[in-house]
């Protein structure tokens, strides 16, 4: 499978950054208020399970093909501990929150969580958006 | 004489006839197995393997697991090769390599010129499918080329089933671990049982053209290519299939709307039931099979991740601990045993339920007979990690390890404790029952046709007791099967045809004289079919002619029923909305309506594309037998499995108010995903095969050269969204049940629960 491996890691990738952006919209339409509607609509959540479906075979298949020497340092580990966090957040965000002021926190956390995993995935690094930030 | 008075006749008259066919065929494949040899020599004398070898060489292949690791005749696991056709091959190959050295003095075979490899190959047919058994000193005997061919893939096979670091990625290819004989000796008979099983498939059987095995597998290098039957009984089924259906169509326009009962209940009959403390025990009976189903899902992740990393799962290396014939074992077993304890479950919740009687101790019974079923998973697991981790030793695999044959791997002792605990259900059930059975009411011929289903249930599993540990292979395919397709095909069926339409009248929707014809005439239609039908398994195993002709001809037959499952699935669903309160079984119904869908698609498309014997001849041990089996096992099975299991929930937890979302998210995660594991990796990969199996032979589309492609491995990766769907839906199916006991939701009267979820 080796010699597949820039295709997948565009698939991978493309659907990170699919169902991220996904979220962001879904989120930003439940606060606007009269749009909610919108990002809760059966082909939206549907869409959304099908994207990181992919996403998430996607991975497999990376976790196979690599050594497992490149996870040596604990970031994959990492990253798998703030993916249940970020889908935690979510959830919270957009359906189980019950205030507006929950959701729109859930929904600010549920994006910084994103953005440090997608840190730690560009670095390889568990401390990677610490660096980042000190470069 | 009335109606069902004519069917109880036809039925046992049906039944008689076929088992006493099936009986003689047993006869028949007896009599004209593959022989045993008691002497392998070569024709200055030596001895090249004796029939301890090639016994010893049986028990050891299936102390290792059998035919969960690679198969035999084409029976057993998908990928580890089929070690007949890579034995016949690898031999062919070895011979043809040596007689191209000495008489052409080039490299090997593939060298020389076609008409050159024509000859060579001709000349090799000639030798090869020679019989050379000699019946009355019980002797083949071989020429010395053939000795040293044999000794050459006897040596690949010791160094495979080692730990030689040479083959090392073969082993990772087949998803075999290191050193999976450590025995030497051992390595050595199990060379010797494979080579007579790749003998008895090369050569002619005595006055005849077709091999013991019916030519199987296809090799051209050995001249092995379907017989004229294969053909003949193809074209046949498939006129009997028309014939029957255009039957069946006729008996449904002549038959008409049937009677319905002249009012229907207002509320539901079965709301009404008391729940007895017997039938409240068989609460466990779910919880485990929750539990069994879910274990079952993630060896079947695992069994299904070996084929991509063969000995690693994720870095981890898993092989050293639970090695893939383990995880494939105990994945196809958990099928069995958690669709049989819903059912069971099932029988013992509704016996009393019927009668209304609670006999005296039965609540112990429905507890013993938990804490057996417990015991015999546990047990016989147990003694299986023994014997594939070779910690147990040859001497007691057979009664308490591994036996190696798919579906009843099981040692002999826990099969008769599971014998003996299906006898014990049986008398729990027939007990609760036997007030309703001996009522002179026009419920009786139901319950009686109930009681008989149970009984075959609890009886017939005693087909897997038939054999012995060194009974014949082909003996043991024949007793097998009667155990794989009678007992889980045949009778499961006539139980689950007779229980739903049971249900049916008891919540009032159906007339019970009504109910008893439909039984009986669909427990007719698919035993016609459905006892000799057992043969279509048994096509290569050494079996003569017959068997295939029987096979085929009555295997279609199989299917004429499922082509009509609409008029039933049709049925099903308007009785689900007969009544408003019906709503309170919406969900088991249609878990009963998806059961009718897969019946069509996982048994009758998926079943009928490998059935007939020249398809067959090429499909078996492909991946389009794994796409028949998982659609019809769970799709059929344990759907309604899932089915019986929420009925009798709704009995058990009447004021519980069943949550829409969770059981939609597991109806339909369920449903999408085993279409997704079927039509995106099993048809695929099972086509591409097919093709490679006809254009260079079976052992191609069985090789770690075929198998190990990137295309291939990518469709095994398609497999993911799929089964990651269904495990959505085992564990959406998992918190409704906890949620039943765990923190359930307000009770709401029991009337206005129907009302509040047809609203929803």
């Known amino acids: 499978m080796i010699e597949f491996y820039p295709q997948i890691k565009m698939l991978h990738v493309t659907t990170v950054v699919a169902s991220g952006s996904l979220f962001l919209l879904r989120g930003l339409t439940l606060q606007a208020g009269e749009w909610g509607r919108w990002a809760m609509a059966a082909p939206v959540r549907y869409l959304s399970y099908s994207i990181d479906t992919v996403l998430l075979t996607a991975a497999f298949m990376l976790l196979t093909i690599l050594p497992t020497a490149v996870y040596a340092n604990g970031w994959l580990a990492t990253k798998l501990v703030l993916l249940v966090v970020y889908v935690g957040l979510g959830t919270f965000a957009l359906k189980r929150g019950r205030t507006k002021r929950v959701r729109l926190a859930c929904f600010v956390a549920a994006l910084a969580t994103y953005a440090t995993m997608f840190a730690i995935a560009r670095t390889h690094d568990p401390l990677g958006p610490v660096r980042l930030l000190l470069a | 004489m009335n109606n069902a008075k004519r069917l109880w006749i036809g039925l046992t008259v049906l039944l008689a006839v076929s088992f006493g066919v099936l009986l003689w065929t047993g006869g028949e494949i007896h009599r004209k197995a593959p022989p045993m040899p008691e002497t392998v020599v070569t024709e200055d004398g030596t001895v090249v393997f004796t029939r301890a070898d090639i016994e010893q060489g049986r028990q050891v292949w299936q102390s290792i697991g059998g035919q969960q690791l690679g198969s035999i005749w084409g029976h057993g696991g998908y990928v580890a090769p089929d070690w007949t056709a890579d034995w016949l091959h690898r031999e062919a190959v070895a011979t043809l390599d040596a007689w191209a050295r000495e008489g052409y003095a080039v490299d090997d075979f593939a060298s020389l010129l076609p008409e050159e490899q024509a000859y060579l190959s001709r000349r090799l047919q000639d030798r090869i499918r020679l019989n050379t058994y000699d019946a009355d000193t019980g002797t083949i005997t071989i020429d010395a080329d053939r000795a040293a061919a044999m000794a050459e893939v006897a040596g690949h096979y010791d160094r495979l089933f080692g730990a030689d670091a040479e083959l090392g990625d073969l082993r990772e290819a087949y998803a075999m671990k290191n050193d999976t004989v450590p025995d030497a000796a051992h390595r050595a008979s199990l060379a010797a049982f494979y080579w007579w099983s790749a003998w008895a498939a090369v050569t002619e059987r005595p006055g005849k053209e077709i091999t013991y095995t019916n ?248 087909a897997g007791l038939m054999w012995g540990e060194h009974t014949h292979l082909s003996m043991v395919e024949y007793w097998r099967w009667w155990v794989v397709h009678l007992w889980v095909e045949g009778f499961f069926e006539v139980f689950a045809t007779a229980v739903i339409a049971f249900l049916f009248t008891r919540l009032g929707l159906l007339k019970v004289s009504t109910a008893t014809v439909a039984v009986l005439f669909a427990t007719i239609v698919f035993m016609a079919g459905g006892v000799l039908g057992t043969l279509h398994h048994l096509y290569f195993a050494g079996t003569p002619t017959a068997v295939l002709a029987l096979g085929a001809s009555f295997s279609a037959l199989e299917v004429v029923p499922l082509a009509y499952i609409g008029f039933e699935a049709w049925h099903t669903y308007k009785l689900g909305h007969a009544t408003p309160w019906m709503a309170r079984y919406r969900w088991p119904i249609l878990f009963f309506t998806a059961v009718a869908f897969w019946n069509l698609v996982g048994a009758g498309l998926f079943g009928f594309l490998i059935n007939p014997p020249l398809p067959l001849y090429f499909m078996q041990g492909l991946n389009l037998t794994p796409l028949h089996g998982h659609t019809a096992l769970f799709g059929v099975y344990g759907m309604l499995g899932v089915g019986l299991m929420l009925f009798c929930l709704r009995g058990m937890k009447p004021a519980a108010e069943w949550s829409e979302p969770v059981l939609r998210t597991c109806f339909w995660s369920l449903n999408i995903g085993l279409a997704g594991m079927a039509l995106m990796t099993l048809l695929p990969i099972g086509v591409l095969q097919l093709i490679a199996a006809i254009k260079h032979g079976y052992w191609y589309a069985r090789s770690a050269e075929f198998m190990q492609q990137p295309l291939i491995d990518l469709l095994v990766w398609m497999r993911v969204p799929g089964d990651v769907i269904f495990s959505v839906g085992a564990m959406a199916l998992a918190w409704f049940v906890a949620r039943l006991w765990i923190a359930p939701r307000k009770p709401a009267p029991v009337g206005a629960a129907g009302q509040e979820t047809a609203r929803s």
């Open chain 2, 215 to 462: 030519n199987w597998p296809a090799e051209s290098l050995v001249g092995n290519e379907p017989p004229a039957s294969a053909y003949l009984w193809t074209v046949f089924s498939v006129l009997f299939l028309i014939a029957g259906i255009a039957l069946l169509g006729w008996h449904h326009a002549r038959s008409g709307e049937e009677e319905r009962p002249d009012k229907l209940p207002e509320s539901d009959p079965l709301a009404m039931t008391v729940v007895t403390p017997s039938m409240r025990a068989t609460a466990k009976y779910f919880w485990i099979v929750i539990a069994l189903f879910l274990v079952q899902i993630l060896l079947g992740a695992m069994t299904a991740h070996y084929q991509v990393e063969g000995q690693e799962l994720y870095g981890f290396a898993i092989s050293d601990i639970l090695p893939y014939s383990l995880t494939r074992t105990w994945h196809t077993q958990l099928a069995v045993l958690w669709i049989a304890t819903a059912w069971l479950g099932t029988g013992l919740y509704i016996a009393p339920a019927i009668s209304g009687h609670e006999p005296k101790f039965q609540r112990l019974g429905v507890n013993l007979l938990w804490v057996c079923l417990l015991v015999i998973v546990v047990g016989a697991f147990a003694g299986q990690w023994l014997a594939v981790m070779q910690k147990l030793g040859l001497e007691h695999n057979f009664w308490f390890g591994h036996q190696g044959w798919e579906y009843v791997d099981l040692g002999r002792f826990w099969q008769w404790f599971l014998f003996i605990g299906l006898g014990l259900w049986l008398t729990l059930v027939g007990r609760a029952l036997w007030p309703a059975l001996r009522r002179r009411n026009e419920s009786r011929p139901i319950v009686v046709l109930l009681f008989l289903s149970t009984v075959a249930i609890g009886l017939f599993y005693g």
